[in-house]
């Protein structure tokens, strides 16, 4: 066997002469290689780092969709081609109705509410004028009716007739004539008949208009050339007087037209 001279103990340098090196600590050279091995792992790691978030400059240039969209694990397909995909929507609207929208039917065309005193007539309150001969009852005294006494029209249990006429200064309105051919006008405010003298003011005077009233059956009659005032009866004279709203003028001025 060959004769290997073993290294001589440091601990007796005296027996070979070899001394041992004092200028550096023990275990020096095994840092200085672990420490640069560390210095190059965190070298490369910030190296990685840096190129892993390096921002692009432009679209992705490679032939594969990315997968960044999907979990990892799971399989990506690539984005339908432009001759597969779903058509676009129609430019032109929708006419069907939306299931929040409601049809809404036509506004009807509203109709003009008369102002206090002012009221339409009702159909079938309102006769049409015609050539027939009417008597004119009160709604509160039934059992009286228009009669003309001394010139002057009042409200008596015997009852005259007149003939209804569409009225001389309108014609939606009424004129009422006596059997010996006047007609019954206001004068001072006082209903009377007096003979037709062919002025307009007469024509206007004789002229009333058939308005709606509170009572079922019957009608209020307006002056054409003082609206706002109606015929009523006051201790039993037919007299013209402005529009109330108390239920003794209301009464007062409503009259039914009977055969």
Not at 195 to 215: E, I, M, W
Not at 219 to 240: A, C, D
């Amino acid at each position: 066997m060959p004769n290997n001279k073993s290294r001589p103990p440091q601990a007796r340098p005296w027996e070979s002469g070899w001394a041992p090196e004092t200028s550096r600590t023990p275990g020096t050279r095994r840092l200085w290689l672990a420490g640069a091995l560390a210095l190059a792992t965190i070298g490369a790691c910030v190296t990685a780092i840096a190129v892993t978030h390096k921002p692009t400059d432009g679209p992705s240039q490679s032939a594969f969709p990315s997968t960044s969209a999907y979990p990892p694990g799971l399989i990506s397909f690539a984005t339908p081609s432009a001759s597969t995909a779903s058509p676009a929507p129609s430019a032109e609207p929708d006419s069907r109705p939306s299931a929040h929208s409601k049809t809404r039917a036509p506004r009807p065309t509203p109709t003009p509410t008369p102002s206090r005193g002012h009221a339409e007539p009702s159909a079938s309150s309102a006769p049409e004028p015609a050539t027939a001969w009417r008597s004119v009852r009160s709604v509160n005294y039934p059992d009286r009716s228009w009669q003309v006494s001394d010139g002057l029209v009042r409200l008596t249990t015997s009852a005259d007739t007149f003939k209804l006429l569409k009225g001389l200064a309108e014609p939606s309105c009424y004129s009422f004539a006596t059997a010996d051919g006047s007609y019954l006008r206001h004068r001072e405010f006082l209903l009377r008949a007096e003979p037709d003298d062919g002025s307009a003011l007469f024509a206007q005077d004789a002229t009333f208009c058939p308005r709606a009233s509170s009572h079922s059956g019957a009608i209020m009659l307006e002056s054409v050339n003082f609206p706002g005032r109606y015929l009523r009866h006051r201790n039993f004279q037919l007299r013209l007087d402005p529009h109330q709203s108390s239920e003794l003028y209301l009464a007062d001025s409503a009259f039914r037209l009977t055969g």
